[in-house]
């Protein structure tokens, strides 16, 4: 499969633990960007990266929310000390350029109890 | 306000209507997509336009630059299309997104 993947896909963590989710875009696309989407909402943006360079965040981008792209191909979002309204599925989503389609992942569903 | 405004939340049709989903929007874009999502989160990716009109299948996307103003049209409904429909513009660095048309069709 050659689409965007997401790990994993569900998480279930208990209040003030850390999380970190995974994104593996398609190869070629320089730009990747995560979402988070509550039950009944659109996705909602909260960063986004060309090739390892961290290009846009969101003001929904707390302290506790840090995202990495290293070598510009894997992504990784973490969460610290996790809160019960980080509840949400994260999206990841990739694209080859400004003016490509952007393709999603599947998304990460978290539960934070 | 949100920048990406969708009309209506819910729509249910009976099989074979023709539906119009609506989306406004009040930012400068660069394009504008259409998505589809079904129940378990999956997003596709239907239409992605700056100008006109496009066409795939059963779908019609169609866009108003200056009264910044998008439909999504389906043709001869079918159950599988339920789903929801989701509405984003690209702003150049961001995207912004409505809250989703969800869409039932009854056989």
């Known amino acids: 499969d050659t689409g965007v993947s997401q790990n994993p896909r569900h998480k279930i963590t208990k209040r003030g633990q850390n999380v970190t989710f995974r994104c593996d875009p398609i190869?070629?696309?320089?730009?990747l960007y995560w979402y988070r989407q509550t039950l009944g909402q659109g996705p909602e943006f909260l960063t986004y990266f060309q090739n390892e360079a961290q290009l846009e965040k969101s003001r929904l981008l707390s302290d506790r929310f840090s995202a990495e792209r290293p070598k510009g191909s894997f992504s990784t979002l973490e969460i610290q000390r996790t809160e019960q309204g980080d509840s949400a599925m994260y999206l990841c989503?990739?694209?080859?350029?400004?003016?490509?389609?952007?393709?999603f992942g599947p998304g990460t569903r978290l539960l934070v109890l | 306000k949100n920048e990406v405004e969708q009309s209506p939340q819910n729509l249910t049709a009976q099989e074979g209507e023709f539906i119009t989903i609506n989306c406004s929007y009040s930012?400068?874009?660069?394009?504008l997509h259409w998505l589809q999502q079904h129940p378990g989160g999956g997003i596709v990716s239907l239409f992605m336009l700056s100008s006109g009109k496009k066409k795939h299948g059963r779908l019609i996307a169609t866009i108003n630059i200056q009264e910044k103003h998008s439909s999504l049209h389906i043709t001869a409904s079918h159950p599988r299309d339920s789903a929801v429909y989701i509405c984003?513009?690209?702003?150049?660095?961001?995207?912004?997104f409505g809250t989703g048309t969800s869409l039932t069709v009854i056989p």
């Open positions: 190869s070629e696309h320089n730009r």
């Open positions: 984003a513009v690209n702003t150049g660095n961001q995207f912004y």
């Open positions: 989503a990739s694209r080859p350029g400004q003016g490509g389609t952007q393709y």
């Open positions: 930012v400068g874009i660069s394009a």
